[in-house]
Nanobody, 124 residues
Framework: QVQLVESGGGLVQTGGSLRLSCTVSGRTFSSLSMGWSRQAPGKEREFVAAISRSGGNTRAADSVKGRFTISRDNAKNTVYLQMNNLKPEDTAVYYC?????????????????WGQGTQVTVSS
């Protein structure tokens, strides 16, 4: 059974930074492409970043490009989302996702596994 556990969310002021972590168990981590999506109250889920199995390729949504960076440490079974220059509109529940087929496009469809989410709140 594959489990994804997110951590690192919290309350931060505008312009601040947070780093989210997602640790995976139950499957060989390096066989999974990984990603992060978010959902704000009353809004559709937005996929913000994805990374290939090796970590050699990444994608980021235009809304976060230049501010958010996705990375992974295959030795620690962990994927990270470094979030800098945070804005109130970044406030959302952030979800970690994994795909066993190498898929890492910025869409919420097709991902195989999901975490429970971690809340990020950016105050103005």
């Amino acid at each position: 059974q594959v489990q994804l556990v997110e951590s690192g969310g919290g309350l931060v002021q505008t312009g601040g930074s947070l780093r989210l972590s997602c640790t995976v168990s139950g499957r060989t981590f390096s066989s999974l492409s990984m990603g992060w999506s978010r959902q704000a109250p009353g809004k559709e889920r937005e996929f913000v970043a994805a990374i290939s199995r090796s970590g050699g390729n990444t994608r980021a949504a235009d809304s976060v490009k230049g501010r958010f960076t996705i990375s992974r440490d295959n030795a620690k079974n962990t994927v990270y989302l470094q979030m800098n220059n945070l804005k109130p509109e970044d406030t959302a529940v952030y979800y970690c996702a994994a795909d066993a087929g190498g898929f890492y496009y910025l869409t919420s469809a097709n991902w195989d596994y999901w975490g429970q989410g971690t809340q990020v709140t950016v105050s103005s």
